[in-house]
């Protein structure tokens, strides 16, 4: 008999298993992953390009060429794209990263024959129109006049530049002048050189003869060179900066470079962080916006790229108690190292990352994000399940010994605005 008033017994899941894409390869090393699992009739396709900030010889030119490419082809305006797009209900969303520049197509599969020919356009029939960059070059110096107000923004920006240097694509960071240099002949030379598709994903649930179209669609299409990419020598700022400006509070950043997806720490280096600022309950959440009162909000990240990779503390504060936040991150940081985590609050860290990771595969364009995750920095079809492995398996012993390894305080560069 069922006793309501008797909860179910807890039980833990500690495997993660990604559906294996289907591979077919087009031509020239280009491979289209098909990733099912969706049980609507939508389906996504997104083109991965090897063109963003780290392949720039101009600040701001991936952005850019990426955010003009569905303004205008040499057959349709950027109105009778948007209008077209709009029709369908279909969404076109282009987002050009660090790394890659990403084209993704959503739609249903009943729409698929009038549209993959007009992505097909979008991406090989590029005009880069006068008038469209003249507007989209107006609309963009406003709003970062807007943004290089907020204290927030002008931190992040300057965390990125410390320790990467300004110089690097990393750390550089687009300024008015640079808007002002490029014209329209550097997004078509940019174009011309560096958008080189590396692969394709589509995630839904197709026939036979829907893949075949997709499939058809894309072997056309022309690959170019391999991208190059030349990094300037950068010279560091001072460990410690403040810019002073008017405003009721600060942001502060603390941050240095961290290590990369394939070192036998980074897992490790995942949950200690997840510790000390990476949810809710973590640490810096419980001493600076709980106990103290500092702020609303303070988080900690590992941002992992294609070459390097950064670990950020991020916070607002009210600027009367910037020092004061400031040593307060120090000591939780300096705890890491002195004293043994607690057994309980280590499990409760690891269980809500692994479970964060569990609850997306519920999700299944989330699902080929981690697929797609996986072939882009070729970890290996089994990372996800080694994840899981690798936190189980951490001990507060080892947990300290990481801590000691990967977050010393001396390393910190350190930036505040306000």
């Not at 936190?391 to 947990?399: H, M, N, R, V, Y």
Request: aromatic share 10%; hydrophobic share 40%; with cysteine.
């Amino acid at each position: 008999m069922l006793q309501r008033h008797i909860a179910p017994p807890f039980v833990k899941a500690v495997s993660l298993e990604l559906p294996k894409p289907t591979i077919i390869h087009l031509h020239q090393g280009l491979d289209l992953f098909l990733i099912g699992g969706v049980k609507q009739s939508v389906c996504k396709i997104e083109l991965v390009l090897e063109a963003g900030k780290w392949y720039e010889n101009k600040v701001g030119l991936s952005s850019f060429t990426a955010a003009l490419l569905e303004k205008g082809t040499t057959k349709k305006t950027s109105t009778e794209i948007a209008s077209l797009f709009d029709y369908y209900g279909a969404h076109l969303e282009i987002n050009a990263g660090y790394d890659f520049v990403s084209i993704s197509l959503i739609t249903i599969k009943d729409h698929l024959s009038v549209l993959l020919p007009l992505l097909q356009e979008i991406l090989l029939m590029p005009a880069f129109p006068e008038k469209e960059w003249s507007i989209m070059k107006s609309i963009f110096l406003q709003n970062l006049k807007v943004s290089n107000e907020k204290t927030s923004v002008v931190a992040s920006k300057l965390i990125r530049k410390t320790i990467f240097g300004e110089k690097h694509p990393y750390g550089a960071s687009i300024q008015a002048e640079d808007v002002e240099s490029l014209v329209i002949a550097d997004f078509l030379a940019f174009y011309q050189s560096q958008f080189r598709i590396k692969s394709i994903f589509v995630c839904g649930e197709l026939n036979t003869k829907e893949v075949d179209f997709i499939s058809g669609a894309f072997k056309s299409l022309f690959l170019k060179p391999d991208a190059k990419c030349l990094v300037e020598a950068s010279t560091f700022p001072a460990s410690q900066q403040h810019i002073e400006k008017e405003s009721i509070q600060s942001s502060i950043r603390l941050g240095k470079k961290s290590i990369m997806k394939s070192h036998d720490d980074y897992f490790g280096v995942l949950l200690v962080n997840h510790l000390l600022g990476g949810f809710f309950g973590s640490r810096l959440m419980k001493n600076i916006r709980e106990e103290k009162g500092l702020t609303y909000g303070i988080h900690s990240a590992v941002f992992t790229f294609q070459k390097d990779s950064m670990f950020v503390v991020e916070a607002d504060v009210n600027k009367a108690n910037l020092s004061v936040a400031l040593t307060e991150i120090k000591n939780e940081i300096n705890r890491l190292q002195t004293e043994m985590v607690n057994g309980d609050e280590l499990t409760l860290a690891r269980n809500h990352f692994i479970g964060s990771l569990q609850n997306e595969l519920a999700n299944p364009f989330s699902v080929a994000e981690k697929i797609k995750n996986i072939e882009l920095n070729s970890l290996g079809s089994d990372y996800y399940q080694r994840l899981i492995d690798s936190l189980e398996s951490i001990t507060p012993a080892k947990f300290q010994l990481l801590a000691l390894k990967h977050f010393q305080p001396d390393e910190l560069f350190q930036v505040s605005v306000g």
